[in-house]
DNA sequence: GGTACGATTGTCT
DNA sequence: GACAATCGTACCT
């Protein structure tokens, strides 16, 4: 028998909290198109960052111009650099004004895997196609994002878009940060598909206890 | 105008 | 497992 993954309107679903949104992205697929060079990877790891109440966020201190795609309503990129060379992509959730977005941690390139290499091997080192999207700069490199796609609508097609799973997803795993004070208890900010081998393995957060 | 720092990656031990 | 590279952004004087 057919196991179906549930039908998921992006276009509402995005529109809520964060970490209500967040194990729900896992298993989505992004597609990017430049020049008919069409990339697209499905997300095994998602990371959320809840605007002003989550010291890690970069609009935890307010909206700032590299920052402002942020607080666009849900359904929206947020692009930025890192470290002055990598490119790392946020899918905004929740309303307009109100910033928040999930990190794209990693994935897994199912289509364009050719020009996915070639990006990858021209801003980077590239051992093997587990590496492809395997952490969020690289994955920014195989998708060719930059900050011309910044504050881009992913619902409509467009260069970028974002679409529902197309399978159903496996174990979620999800791990909670450390040193973020929130209310009290920890929340859980990360997520990612357990038996995913895309899953970056570099830099538990605070993970490991499981 | 100057400085400190990072939502990372790659290399070395 | 630990550390350096690298440069745009934010914040201070």
Request: glycine share 12%; charged share 20%; aromatic share 6%.
């Amino acid at each position: 028998m057919i196991q179906k993954p549930p039908v998921l309107d992006l276009a509402e679903l995005l529109q809520q909290p964060v970490l209500q949104v967040a194990e729900q992205l896992l298993g989505c697929v992004i597609t990017s198109r430049f020049d008919d060079q069409t990339v697209s990877i499905r997300l095994t790891e998602v990371e959320a960052y809840d605007g002003d109440r989550d010291p890690g966020s970069h609009a935890y201190r307010g909206q700032t111009p590299r920052n402002s795609s942020m607080f666009l309503s849900g359904g929206h990129l947020y692009v930025y650099r890192s470290y002055g060379i990598h490119w790392c992509a946020n899918v905004v959730c929740g309303p307009a004004g109100k910033a928040g977005g999930l990190l794209m941690r990693a994935g897994e390139v199912v289509s364009g895997i050719e020009v996915a290499r070639k990006r990858r091997q021209a801003t980077g080192v590239l051992r093997s196609d587990r590496d492809l999207a395997r952490g969020p700069g690289r994955l920014g490199a195989a998708l060719g994002m930059s900050d011309a796609v910044n504050g881009t609508w992913l619902l409509d097609g467009g260069v970028v878009s974002l679409h529902a799973p197309t399978q159903p997803v496996g174990l979620v795993g999800i791990s909670t940060r450390t040193g973020v004070a929130g209310t009290g208890a920890p929340l859980p900010y990360r997520y990612y598909l357990a038996d995913d081998p895309t899953v970056s393995s570099h830099r538990p957060h605070a993970d490991a206890s499981r």
